[in-house]
């Protein structure tokens, strides 16, 4: 069974930092692109950023782009953003989720990040 | 490319066929998935490249549509289809609808 399970969420201040984490487990976690995907409170949702197999190509949209960065670790099972110059609208459950072709077919439970001072 | 999905609120009764719409402002050809988001959980897919439902999803769910104009099709609601349904495009970009919330009468 697929299992995605997001970590690292929490309140933090405008301009600061924050890593999320998402742990896989029931599937070979290196044969698979991985995304996050967030939702701002009682909004829609938005796709925040891709990462290769091998970590070696990443996308974003604009929203993000250079603030904020996915990574993976293989032999961790494991998938990371790193979100920088974070903004109050940057506030959002974030969902790991894991893509089949280019659609989201698998998704952990969220984590939320607040951005507040 | 951006979607939008109609209506905003749906309400109907058990048992009724429900359809959903979601427009592109330009050809997705096909590519095209739809989603349910129940209160407080994760978005789950529903459908993907259209009308390919996705293993373990009821077969009264269904998908159509071609160019810019998509559709999702409840051929008799359940009370648990009580959701928040999206839209998603992957042809250019990848972008979310608003959402059409349901809900039972």
Redesign the interface.
Known sequence: EVQLVESGGGLVQPGRSLKLSCAASGFTFSNYYMAWVRQAPKK????VA?ISTSGSRTYY?DSVKGRFTISRDNAKSSLYLQMNSLKSEDTATY?CARP??????Y????TLVTVSS | IQLTQSPSLLSASVGDRVTLSCKGSQNINN?L?W?QQKLG?????LI??TNSL?TGIPSRFSGSGSGTDYTLTISSLHSEDLATY?C?Q?NN???????TKLEIK
């Open positions: 829609g949702l938005e796709w891709t949209p969902y089949s072709y280019n659609w989201f077919a998704w952990g439970q969220g | 590519y998935a989603y959980e994760a978005p789950k897919l993907y490249k996705q999206y998603y992957y970009g990848l972008t979310f609808g608003s959402g």
